[in-house]
């Protein structure tokens, strides 16, 4: 192989930070890489300014003897050398092995997976709900084990990275003592910089890696790949707009050069546009949502609070009012059996107490009119099967969408499904000090569990099934996983049932 004379040459491994793939379509898929000698320094060991060619091949077999497609793709320092090869040209529902090379040196080998062709009707649709890795609250163990679960793709609900400062002596892996993280990560996250090596402490975990390699991933964030609770250009301690959008631009920044999303979408300034559509043949449309871009800031200054007229303001929006158009025009055009809303905050209503309650300003509670617009527009439109998954609280929830939520016998509309976190909230507990009294306030609420875990969500033309896996830890490596309920909606009567493992 012949090495460009402008090539900086590589004396160390680039390829660190693993391989990926994701928001695969019937006919092709994005393979990403990022090239990372020395990933915990600003730069990454690579200099500014330059370009690195990097080649990439896709194949039918894991050897690559049966080569589908290959290529090469100019890696620049702007975008921090990271890689987003849009492959086209695929055959439908098929599964594919890629890795990428540079000078001497071959990447891990991942593997992918095209969907079913539009006009197909797939048996099965399977997935993996993932969300919250805080680096410093536990180890990755749930991704080894989603890593090896049979999936159609990975979904992330949001929370990759955090931007708390990191403690090398606090923190679940820093108790381990099984390494000192370097001081860079001591500190809260405002520059690209920062925002840059924050990636690449999370994206050096193998379990991490190993669940990036074995699926396809469709990623959407929540609010800490930016800022705790942040709304829009609203900061959660009210920084300066002018401030706070430069910090969002670089954490944009940062999340696409990561992520395995097409360079079509690479931000520039403080907006990054990525709410879409993906079909699994004629059985599932998935919407993928960003309720955080585009929302009104919380009512009643945010957290906990009773209900009243700031946050039933009709005017306010969790979406952004283009979203909510494209969502409901989406539901309009429809055939799919299943529709389910790829999102990160619960969106069923959750008390803490009965009667008058105070409930989160920060999900689809603080925005009751988001709420009846989307399901209202479901309505409408004839949706039969309506699924929503989300992430953000770090607990399993397994609860029915009730056209209202104080009439346990008003119509079930849907199910949600809500996946406990990676890692953020360290061990968690089987069952927290509110367990018994919030699934007394809330009757839709079917399931209810505090341990770490991911979610395994399979639809079929008949019913969508939950298995809710969980970890008895997360604070060592190496814990087993067991499934710790599972539950079944029936298409055209949806309502959760528990029914055994
Ligand atoms: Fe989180």
């Given at each position: 192989?012949?090495?460009?004379?402008?090539?900086?040459?590589?004396?160390?491994?680039?390829?660190?930070l693993?391989?990926?793939?994701?928001?695969?379509?019937?006919?092709?898929?994005?393979?990403?890489?990022?090239?990372?000698?020395?990933?915990?320094?600003?730069?990454?060991?690579?200099?500014?300014?330059?370009?690195?060619?990097?080649?990439?091949?896709?194949?039918?077999?894991?050897?690559?003897?049966?080569?589908?497609?290959?290529?090469?793709?100019?890696?620049?320092?702007?975008?921090?050398?990271?890689?987003?090869?849009?492959v086209?040209?695929?055959?439908?529902?098929?599964?594919?092995?890629?890795?990428?090379?540079?000078?001497?040196?071959?990447?891990?080998?991942?593997?992918?997976?095209?969907?079913?062709?539009?006009?197909?009707?797939?048996?099965?649709?399977?997935?993996?709900?993932?969300?919250?890795?805080?680096?410093?609250?536990?180890?990755?163990?749930?991704?080894?084990?989603?890593?090896?679960?049979?999936?159609?793709?990975?979904?992330?609900?949001?929370?990759?990275?955090?931007?708390?400062?990191?403690?090398?002596?606090?923190?679940?892996?820093?108790?381990?003592?099984?390494?000192?993280l370097?001081?860079?990560?001591?500190?809260?996250?405002?520059?690209?910089?920062?925002?840059?090596?924050?990636?690449?402490?999370?994206?050096?975990?193998p379990?991490?890696?190993?669940?990036?390699a074995?699926?396809?991933?469709?990623?959407?964030?929540?609010?800490?790949?930016?800022?705790?609770?942040?709304?829009?250009?609203?900061s959660?301690?009210?920084?300066?707009?002018?401030?706070?959008?430069?910090?969002?631009?670089?954490?944009?920044?940062?999340?696409?050069?990561?992520?395995?999303?097409?360079?079509?979408?690479?931000?520039?300034?403080?907006?990054?546009?990525?709410?879409?559509?993906?079909?699994?043949?004629?059985?599932?449309?998935?919407?993928?949502?960003?309720?955080?871009?585009?929302?009104?800031?919380?009512?009643?200054?945010?957290?906990?609070?009773?209900?009243?007229?700031?946050?039933?303001?009709?005017?306010r929006?969790?979406?952004?009012?283009?979203?909510?158009?494209?969502?409901?025009d989406?539901?309009?055009?429809?055939?799919?059996?299943?529709?389910?809303?790829?999102?990160?905050?619960?969106?069923c209503?959750?008390?803490?107490?009965?009667?008058r309650?105070?409930?989160?300003?920060?999900?689809?509670?603080?925005?009751?009119?988001?709420?009846?617009?989307?399901?209202?527009?479901?309505?409408?439109?004839?949706?039969?099967?309506?699924?929503?998954?989300?992430?953000?609280?770090?607990?399993?929830?397994?609860?029915?969408?009730?056209?209202?939520?104080?009439?346990p016998?008003?119509?079930?509309?849907?199910?949600?499904?809500?996946?406990?976190?990676?890692?953020?909230?360290?061990?968690?507990?089987?069952?927290?000090?509110?367990?018994?009294?919030?699934?007394?306030?809330?009757?839709?609420?079917?399931?209810?569990?505090?341990?770490?875990?991911?979610?395994?969500?399979?639809?079929?033309?008949?019913?969508?099934?939950?298995?809710?896996?969980?970890?008895?830890?997360?604070?060592?490596?190496?814990?087993?996983v067991?499934?710790?309920?599972?539950?079944?909606?029936?298409?055209?009567?949806?309502?959760?049932?528990?029914v055994?493992?």
């Open positions: 192989m012949t090495r460009d004379a402008r090539q900086p040459s590589l004396n160390e491994d680039p390829f660190t693993g391989v990926a793939s994701g928001d695969a379509l019937p006919d092709g898929v994005v393979l990403w890489t990022r090239l990372a000698p020395r990933p915990f320094e600003p730069g990454s060991g690579l200099p500014p300014g330059g370009c690195l060619t990097v080649q990439w091949e896709l194949a039918h077999d894991e050897r690559f003897r049966d080569v589908a497609r290959r290529g090469e793709f100019l890696a620049h320092a702007d975008d921090d050398y990271s890689v987003h090869v849009d086209t040209g695929l055959a439908p529902a098929r599964t594919y092995w890629y890795r990428f090379r540079t000078g001497p040196w071959i990447s891990p080998t991942g593997r992918t997976r095209t969907t079913p062709a539009p006009t197909a009707s797939p048996a099965r649709a399977r997935v993996g709900l993932a969300s919250c890795q805080q680096y410093d609250e536990g180890y990755y163990t749930a991704l080894a084990h989603l890593a090896e679960e049979d999936l159609d793709a990975v979904l992330f609900l949001g929370d990759y990275i955090y931007e708390n400062e990191i403690n090398a002596q606090a923190g679940a892996r820093g108790y381990t003592g099984d390494r000192q370097p001081e860079v990560f001591d500190h809260w996250l405002t520059t690209l910089d920062q925002y840059r090596l924050r990636y690449a402490l999370g994206k050096s975990d379990d991490l890696q190993a669940a990036h074995a699926h396809p991933w469709y990623v959407t964030w929540d609010d800490h790949e930016v800022e705790n609770n942040y709304a829009a250009a609203v959660q301690n009210n920084l300066p707009t002018d401030e706070f959008l430069l910090r969002r631009a670089a954490a944009y920044r940062a999340y696409w050069e990561n992520m395995p999303l097409r360079a079509g979408r690479r931000p520039s300034g403080p907006d990054l546009p990525f709410y879409r559509r993906f079909q699994h043949g004629g059985l599932a449309q998935f919407d993928i949502l960003d309720t955080r871009q585009y929302r009104s800031d919380q009512a009643y200054g945010d957290g906990w609070k009773y209900p009243g007229p700031e946050s039933e303001d009709p005017a929006t969790i979406t952004g009012a283009e979203q909510e158009s494209w969502l409901l989406g539901f309009r055009r429809s055939d799919a059996t299943w529709n389910v809303l790829v999102q990160q905050v619960a969106f209503r959750r008390k803490a107490n009965t009667g309650s105070r409930v989160s300003m920060d999900a689809w509670d603080g925005y009751p009119a988001s709420r009846q617009r989307v399901l209202h527009g479901a309505r409408d439109a004839g949706i039969a099967n309506l699924v929503v998954l989300s992430g953000d609280v770090h607990v399993h929830y397994a609860m029915d969408i009730k056209e209202d939520f104080d009439d016998a008003s119509r079930t509309l849907g199910v949600e499904i809500v996946g406990t976190s990676v890692s953020s909230g360290f061990d968690g507990v089987e069952k927290p000090d509110d367990w018994e009294n919030a699934l007394a306030v809330n009757p839709h609420m079917k399931y209810y569990e505090e341990r770490r875990g991911y979610v395994v969500v399979t639809l079929t033309p008949e019913q969508v099934r939950a298995d809710f896996r969980t970890i008895p830890y997360a604070t060592r490596p190496g814990a087993p067991a499934t710790d309920a599972v539950f079944v909606s029936a298409a055209g009567a949806p309502g959760f049932t528990r055994p493992g």
